[in-house]
């Protein structure tokens, strides 16, 4: 997934975007093979979320070229089994917290376009429907 991740410039990947029906994510935040850490996360769960909003611009690898804002909590708490399957605990913030919460939003079948502002869909409207792609639901309604 690592080979993947790296050859399509990301920076995150979820089993579930190759056509894995597994609970595993992989993501290395600098993006580059041989620099940063590379995280692989089994069964991940979250324990905490932080209280502290932050808006940053995200991208996905299932949706080349659209980026937007996305707001998400700055820091996050989860369990997880490593590759080996050990148990682990570890707190996340800033850019890996985020790359987590993306990640761990496919696992649950959730995509960042769900996490938008109707303002942020409206700016992103007419890329998406250059590519023939429509936000047809409304997200919102989905959540209650």
């Known amino acids: ?19 894995i029906n597994v609970q595993l994510m992989v993501f290395n935040p600098v993006g580059e093979r041989g620099e940063g850490e590379e995280i692989v996360l089994v069964n991940p769960r979250v324990n905490k979320y932080s209280n502290k909003m932050i808006p940053y611009e995200e991208g996905c690898l299932s949706f080349p070229g659209i980026h937007a804002d996305v707001e ?12 080996n399957g050990a148990r682990f605990s570890v707190s996340l913030s800033d850019l890996p917290a985020r790359v987590f919460q ?3 939003d496919h696992l649950q079948g959730i995509l960042f376009f769900e996490r938008m502002t109707d303002d942020v869909l409206d700016s992103i409207r007419e890329q998406l429907e250059k590519r023939n792609m429509r936000i047809r639901l409304d997200f919102k309604a989905l959540k209650r």
Do not use: C, N, W
């Open 72 to 83: 998400r909590p700055e820091s996050v708490k989860i369990d997880a089994r490593d590759i």
């Open 102 to 104: 993306h990640e761990f």
């Open 1 to 19: 997934m690592f080979d993947v991740m790296y050859k399509t410039d990301g920076i995150g990947l979820s089993a579930p975007q190759v056509g």
